[in-house]
């Protein structure tokens, strides 16, 4: 079935250093890859997203690229601060059988003052 | 507040009883998913309504669960005889879907603690 993998589970940087996170997804045929943020207690929220006719978008400090051939998409956050942790979420927008759209299981990130 | 919405916030109840969660989405949106979400996990698709009909289920949902969106507007969602293995955040999300994109706002979402 479809499936949505992310990298690392964990990750720690110090404040001002970047940050990546990378997933890989298993439906070619998916177009729609969004990203989302979730602080402790709090619902997920969409922080980027990137369509499949685009490499790569950026948005002050977060940027995304896609690598369609390999299918695998990342998250890149630069001078990250410590308002930046959280649990990431990678997801891909399937077209198997009715569309919709598959998360992965998270990165957690922690940035250390 | 126009954002999704959802009722209860919290929920305790006793292994076997029933409950019922509601959603009330983003007035616009064509879409309404359930997600469920444990510690640590990311969203898990339960299922979704594209206005009043319901396209997918997800395979791993008992025959315990369902969900109906009657009117192509607000959705419930429905566990009957509740196992402790239930407990999780339910969380609903509501989508303005077309060909290239699909993004999804979610609720605050339902924590349900079975006994």
């Known amino acids: 079935g479809e499936n949505v993998e992310q990298h690392p589970s964990t990750l720690s940087v110090q404040e001002g250093d970047s940050a990546v996170i990378k997933c890989t997804y298993s439906?070619?045929?998916?177009?729609?890859f969004p990203w989302y943020k979730q602080e402790l207690g709090k619902r997920p929220q969409l922080i980027i997203d990137?369509?499949?006719?685009?490499g790569e978008k950026k948005d002050q400090r977060i940027a995304v690229t896609l690598n369609k051939t390999a299918k695998h998409f990342s998250l890149h956050i630069t001078e990250t601060q410590p308002e930046d942790s959280a649990v990431y979420f990678c997801?891909?927008?399937?077209?198997?059988?009715?569309?919709?759209?598959?998360f992965g299981p998270g990165t957690s990130l922690s940035v250390i003052p | 507040d126009t954002g999704v919405s959802q009722d209860p916030r919290h929920k305790i109840t006793k292994r076997g009883q029933n409950v019922t969660f509601r959603c009330d989405p983003i007035?616009?949106?064509?879409?309404l998913y359930w997600y469920r979400q444990t510690l640590g996990q990311g969203p898990e698709f339960l299922t979704y309504?594209?206005?009043?009909?319901?396209?997918?289920k997800s395979r791993l949902l008992s025959d315990r669960f369902s969900a109906e969106r009657p009117k192509g507007s607000f959705s419930t969602l429905e566990i009957q005889r509740t196992e402790q293995g239930d407990s999780a955040m339910y969380l609903c999300?509501?989508?303005?879907?077309?060909?290239?994109?699909?993004?999804?706002?979610f609720g605050p979402g339902t924590r349900l603690t079975v006994l």
């Open positions: 007035s616009e949106h064509n879409r």
């Open positions: 990137i369509r499949s006719n685009v």
């Open positions: 439906d070619s045929a998916s177009n729609y």
């Open positions: 999300a509501s989508s303005f879907s077309s060909v290239s994109t699909d993004t999804q706002y």
């Open positions: 997801a891909a927008r399937t077209k198997t059988s009715y569309d919709k759209v598959i």
């Open positions: 309504f594209q206005n009043e009909a319901q396209l997918e």
